[in-house]
Every structure is written in C-alpha cells, then in structure tokens.
Nanobody, 122 residues
Framework: QLQLVESGGGLVQPGGSLRLSCAAS????????VGWFRQAPGKEREGVSW????????YYKDSVKGRFTISRHNNKNTVYLQMNSLKPEDTGVYYC???????????????WGQGTQVTVSS
C-alpha cells in the first residue's frame, strides 16, 4: 500500500521548535518531489515548502523563510520539515505530499498524508 504518514506535530509556545516527519511506505521518495502544505482553521490549504526530487532545489513561502528547513533522509525514506521560531500564525494542520515536481500547486501531487496538527500558543 502506497502511503505517506506525517508525525511530529503538537502544541508549542511561540518561539519554540518542532520537526515534522513525512515517512513513505510502498514507494521510494527518492524519485519524487515532496511538498509541505498547511491549512489553518477557516482558510484554504497553502504551500509552505517543497524539495525537488534531486534535492537540489527548495522553495519556502515568504513567511517561513529563515525559520523552516526542508530536508530529505534517503535511507529512512523520509522528508523532514524543521520549524523554528514558531509563531501563532503557523498554526494549522500540516500535510506532506509527493509528486513528480515541486510546486505549491496541490494538483501536481499524487500522494498525500493524513496531516498532523501544529498549534502555536502560549
């Protein structure tokens, strides 16, 4: 069964850090670009970051540049999103997705995880 599973979400105070994981099973992430998306309550899902299938190209939404880092661990078939200096506006359900190319266009991704909740609050 081909699936992505996110983990690492939780409740954190402003200024804190979390590392999200996106683990693939049934297929290798080596051949896919991986994107992270988030959806805040009452808002549309938006692209936060993506990593190309070769790992040489990354994208970050302006509001997370300098705070978030996307990386790939090939041996573990996992992609991470390290989130530092978290802000309340980073709150939402975070989803990872795998597709042929990196993009903030959700329609270009073939596989999606179930999401993990991130709440930034004091």
């Amino acid at each position: 069964q081909l699936q992505l599973v996110e983990s690492g979400g939780g409740l954190v105070q402003p200024g804190g850090s979390l590392r999200l994981s996106c683990a693939a099973s049934g297929f290798s992430l080596d051949y896919y670009a991986v994107g992270w998306f988030r959806q805040a309550p009452g808002k549309e899902r938006e692209g936060v970051s993506w990593l190309s299938n070769g790992g040489g190209t990354t994208y970050y939404k302006d509001s997370v540049k300098g705070r978030f880092t996307i990386s790939r661990h090939n041996n573990k078939n996992t992609v991470y999103l390290q989130m530092n200096s978290l802000k309340p506006e980073d709150t939402g359900v975070y989803y990872c997705a795998a597709g042929a190319m990196g993009s903030v266009n959700m329609r270009l991704y073939d596989y999606w995880g179930q999401g993990t909740q991130v709440t930034v609050s004091s």
